[in-house]
Nanobody, 119 residues
């Protein structure tokens, strides 16, 4: 299973970015998908998670600014980030939890995409 994340970059404070994460490989079904981030010198933290039914959960620090969504047919996860702040600067990772065709539990991570918020 591979997760390909894209959409990161350099943006000014108050700006917006949209991250995408496309999943491929032996995936029978996908349960939760999520975005995590890791800033320099800090531990990886959850940003947002979305269930297979579309229920989303957000970190308090991004509530009202970020929106997670998924396209189950395309096996793609999105993160719309608005009103970005310098403290949002981090490497963003996508995560997939699901089941393979051989009923093996999947817990896959993307390679990470850098988001830098700076003037």
């Amino acid at each position: 299973v591979q997760l390909q994340a894209s959409g990161g970059g350099l943006v000014q404070p108050g700006g917006s970015l949209r991250l995408s994460c496309a999943a491929s490989g032996d995936i029978l079904s996908i349960n939760n998908m999520g975005w995590y981030r890791q800033a320099p010198g800090k531990q990886r933290e959850m940003v947002a998670i979305i269930t297979s039914g579309g229920i989303a959960n957000y970190a308090d620090s991004v509530k009202g600014r970020f929106a997670i969504s998924r396209d189950n047919a395309k096996k793609t996860l999105y993160l719309q980030m608005n009103s970005l702040k310098p403290e949002d600067t981090a490497v963003y990772y996508c995560n997939l939890r699901g089941i393979s065709s051989s009923y093996r539990t999947l817990d896959a991570w993307g390679q990470g995409t850098q988001v830098t918020v700076s003037s």
